[in-house]
C-alpha cells in the first residue's frame, strides 16, 4: 500500500483505543492544543522519521506542526526524534501509524518465520490465559495484516487494529489509552475542575462507546494503581468489566515494594518478579488491595513487555495466586512481543494554555518532556 492510501485508510490501521478516544473527545466538546513526544530506547541511526512525518502532515494538513530529526542523523536512547502539536483530536489517531513508521525503518526487515515461533511461544506459555495482540505501531502498517493473521493462527484471541481483526473477521479491539487521561487531566487543569482524571475518562468511555464494548480502564496513567481501581470501581460500579496495568519502566507500581515480601519463591528472573513496570509485584499488589476491598471479580488485563518467558513467570505466580487468593492473578495479555523490533513509542506531554497563554507540562507520571534544541520544524 503507497503513502497516499495510508493517509486515505489510515483509521484501519490505527488501534482501536485511539480511535475511540477521538470519538469520546468529540462528543464532550474537549480538544486542547497538545504536544506529542515520540522517542525509542535505544540509540540507533534515524530511519522512518521522514515518512512519520510525511504521514502526519499528510492527514493533519496544517492543523499540526511538526518537529523532528532528519533520517540519517545519529540519536542517543530516549532522544526525541519527532514532536507534533496540535488539536488532540486531529493528532490522537495518528500515533499508531507514524510509530510504527520509526518503529520500522529503525528495525529494518522483520523475518515472519520469527515473529510466527515467538507468537506460539506466547500463546504456549499463557496456558489457556487470553492472549491479545496489540503491536501494530511496533511494525510498519504495511505488515499489520500479515502479522495479525500470523498471531490468528497461533492461537492469539483480536488485536486492536480493524485491518488486522479481519484475520477474525472482527473489529478491532482495545482498552483505554494514556492519551484519553492525560488529555481529561488537561482539560480539568485548565478549567478549574477538581476530580480524578482516570475516572473522568473512563466515565466519558462509558458514557459514550457502545454498551457491548467491555468497559476495561487503563489505570496506571498517574501511577495510582490502586487508589485510580479502586475509585474507578466505584464510580462505575458493576459496569466495570476490568482493568489493564501497563505501569512505564520508568515507575514502580503503587503498592508494588510494600508486598515483595509476600511473594513466593519463584524461579524466574528477578526482572519479572520485582522491580519497575509491570512485575508480578506490581499486580500483585494490584489484585490483593481489589480482594481487600471485595471487587476482585475484575477482569486483569496485563501488558508491556509480555514475551514467552515474562509469561511463563506470570502464570506461574497466577497459580500460586489463585492457591493462596481463589482468584487469577490475571485474566489476559496484551501484547507487541512477538519479534525484537527497535520500538517506538509517544507521549502527550504538555498541553497548551489558552487563559495562561503557555505550554503547561502535562503527561503520565514517569514521562515529561525531554527539552532538546535538535528537532528542526518540518515546513
Not at 483509521?11 to 485511539?18: G, L, S, V
Not at 511461544?121 to 490465559?129: L, S
Not at 480493524?162 to 484475520?167: L, S, T
Not at 497466577?318 to 525484537?340: C, E, H, M, V, W
Request: include cysteine.
Amino acid at each position: 500500500m503507497g503513502q497516499i492510501n495510508i493517509a486515505e485508510q489510515y483509521r484501519e490501521y490505527t488501534d482501536k483505543y485511539f480511535s475511540r478516544t477521538r470519538q469520546i473527545l468529540e462528543a464532550e466538546g474537549i480538544n486542547p492544543l497538545v504536544r506529542y513526544q515520540g522517542f525509542a530506547r535505544k540509540g540507533n541511526t534515524a530511519r522512518g522519521v521522514d515518512e512519520a512525518v510525511d504521514f502526519a502532515r499528510n492527514v493533519a494538513g496544517n492543523k499540526a506542526r511538526a518537529y523532528a530529526l532528519k533520517d540519517g542523523e545519529l540519536y542517543e536512547p530516549c532522544e526525541p526524534l519527532i514532536k507534533l502539536e496540535g488539536r488532540v483530536q486531529n493528532l490522537v489517531e495518528l500515533e499508531t501509524g507514524y510509530l510504527g513508521m520509526i518503529s520500522g525503518g529503525l528495525t529494518g526487515k522483520i523475518y515472519m518465520g520469527d515473529v510466527r515461533e515467538k507468537a506460539r511461544a506466547i500463546v504456549k506459555a499463557a496456558q489457556g490465559k487470553t492472549v491479545l495482540y496489540f503491536g501494530a505501531r511496533h511494525f510498519h502498517y504495511s505488515l499489520d495484516e500479515e502479522i495479525a493473521g500470523i498471531c490468528k493462527e497461533a492461537g492469539f484471541a483480536g488485536t486492536s487494529t480493524d485491518a488486522g481483526a479481519r484475520a477474525w473477521g472482527a473489529k478491532g479491539r482495545g482498552t483505554i489509552p494514556h492519551a484519553l487521561t492525560v488529555t481529561y487531566a488537561a482539560w480539568m487543569h485548565e478549567n478549574n475542575i477538581d476530580g480524578n482524571a482516570t475516572v473522568e475518562a473512563a466515565k466519558g468511555f462509558d458514557k459514550n462507546i457502545d454498551k457491548a464494548v467491555p468497559r476495561v480502564v487503563l489505570i496506571d496513567t498517574f501511577n495510582r494503581e490502586i487508589d485510580d481501581t479502586i475509585a474507578t470501581a466505584k464510580a462505575l460500579k458493576d459496569r466495570l468489566h476490568g482493568v489493564r496495568i501497563d505501569t512505564c519502566g520508568e515507575n514502580y507500581a503503587q503498592g508494588a515494594r510494600e508486598i515483595e515480601a509476600e511473594l513466593p519463591n519463584l524461579d524466574v528472573p528477578e526482572k519479572y518478579l520485582k522491580g519497575k513496570g509491570v512485575s508480578i509485584a506490581a499486580v500483585w499488589a494490584l489484585r490483593k488491595a481489589m480482594v481487600n476491598e471485595g471487587i476482585g471479580n475484575l477482569e486483569f488485563v496485563v501488558s508491556s513487555g509480555f514475551n514467552a518467558e515474562k509469561t511463563t513467570a506470570f502464570v506461574s505466580a497466577d497459580r500460586i495466586f489463585q492457591d493462596k487468593y481463589g482468584l487469577p492473578l490475571f485474566t489476559a495479555i496484551g501484547t507487541g512481543s512477538i519479534a525484537n523490533p527497535i520500538m517506538a513509542t509517544a507521549d502527550i506531554v504538555a498541553y497548551f494554555s489558552e487563559k495562561q497563554n503557555k505550554w503547561v507540562e502535562m503527561h503520565k507520571v514517569g514521562r515529561p518532556e525531554i527539552k532538546t534544541s535538535r528537532l528542526k520544524e518540518v515546513k
